[in-house]
């Protein structure tokens, strides 16, 4: 069977009945190529720890497929069922969970939920960058290069954003928001990030109710009786255009690339050249990817022959301390030694002296003697010896 011929929800019943590895080869492909198959369809698969929990009577919960490849064919045909413009499955609903997040103090949108499309914007500016960024979602799946919220365990990095216009002076306050997992399109098998936000422009402002206000803002009345006394400050604050990065998500890489709106509504023009430079660029994406993985490979092959050396240096540490150990231990027997043949020496001596006395002298020093011996613990040099460890029985 081709793999490519049958449908997500069949890809789905298998992927989740038998493991990529032995799935792979009965579809044609291999476990990795299936794997790149399912993100490119937006099937989940199950993750590390699954198949054996399966083994053991505790059956994990599948996760959800995803309602999202029917939605696009719909949509992408005009069927829209208000006749409004059709809308990405991933721009559905996403206004009212940045609506009902928090504004930054510069004006920018945090929606409690991370699980959305990758859009940093203003409240004033939301409404456009869902459609413009919805625009760009619809014109891509045109093309059969699908458009989706990484799927969960991809492990795909999304760089910071710097929305300021002219990025490099130290920032001083909140960081940006950043989604739960990168927006990304597959462009012939590989994954490339999207990102659009506001620009922000560095402009003179006062603050008013816990906001930054710009100056030019403000009524005229109102500047000069109410604000003659209230200072001011440079601020970076939305700008109202827009900004498109386009990266790789992939660790180790190094692309990106990004489009600027000189003035508000002049992005989508420019999404042509942007699929242009996506497609274009693909072939060095797959470069540096393969010489990242080739460089993992490196450094993996480096970081073993390194631990195989330390472990080396400390066997050969412990040998020598052992070897140490041993020879202290057995010179110490051989002093014990000497000093228990000098010990029974004097015992001897003193039970062959003991033995030309009377019964009754000979009875109350054997009994000295005796109770002399107990105090020393004994002095048989060979019971020490026997409990002597040579190198090689240490551990």
Not at 96 to 110: A, I, M, N, P, Q
Not at 188 to 193: D, H, Q, R, V
Not at 336 to 348: K, L, M
Request: hydrophobic residues 35%; positive net charge.
């Amino acid at each position: 069977m081709d793999a490519h011929e049958i449908t997500r929800e069949e890809l789905y019943d298998r992927v989740w009945s038998t493991p990529l590895s032995k799935l792979g080869p009965e579809l044609g492909l291999s476990g990795r190529g299936l794997a790149k198959l399912c993100e490119r369809k937006g099937v989940p698969v199950p993750s590390r720890g699954y198949w054996a929990k399966l083994r053991h009577g505790k059956a994990p919960k599948r996760t959800p497929l995803p309602e999202r490849w029917p939605v696009v064919a719909t949509l992408l045909k005009g069927h829209s069922r208000s006749g409004d413009p059709p809308l990405h499955p991933i721009v559905i609903g996403a206004r009212k969970h940045f609506e009902s997040g928090r504004v930054t103090e510069d004006g920018y949108l945090k929606p409690h939920k991370r699980l959305v499309s990758d859009i940093y914007v203003s409240k004033e500016t939301l409404p456009r960058a869902l459609e413009v960024a919805n625009s760009l979602y619809l014109k891509l799946e045109r093309r059969k290069y699908p458009v989706l919220i990484a799927p969960n365990g991809t492990h795909f990095h999304r760089p910071p954003v710097d929305e300021r216009e002219k990025p490099g002076r130290e920032r001083l306050w909140e960081s940006t928001w950043y989604p739960l997992r990168p927006t990304v399109v597959y462009i012939k098998g590989i994954e490339l990030g999207l990102t659009f936000f506001e620009l922000s422009e560095n402009v003179k402002v006062r603050h008013k109710k816990g906001k930054w206000v710009r100056v030019t803002e403000a009524p005229a009345r109102a500047r000069r009786s109410q604000w003659d006394h209230d200072w001011t400050s440079q601020r970076d604050l939305p700008s109202g255009r827009l900004c498109l990065w386009a990266y790789s998500p992939h660790g180790w890489t190094q692309w990106k690339e990004e489009w600027r709106e000189k003035a508000p509504g002049g992005l989508p023009r420019k999404f042509n050249a942007v699929i242009t430079t996506l497609e274009r660029e693909v072939p060095n994406i797959l470069r540096q990817i393969k010489k990242a993985k080739h460089e993992q490979e490196l450094a993996l092959k480096r970081w073993e022959a390194e631990e195989r050396e330390r472990k080396r240096r400390e066997e050969e540490r412990r040998r020598r301390q052992m070897v140490k150990e041993s020879r202290e231990e057995l010179f110490q027997i051989i002093e014990a030694w000497g000093e228990a043949t000098r010990v029974e020496g004097f015992f001897s001596d003193a039970e062959t002296r003991a033995a030309a006395l009377t019964d009754d002298q000979q009875k109350g020093l054997l009994e000295r003697l005796a109770r002399a011996r107990e105090l020393l613990g004994g002095v048989d040099a060979l019971q020490r010896f026997a409990a002597w460890r040579a190198p090689d029985e240490r551990s």
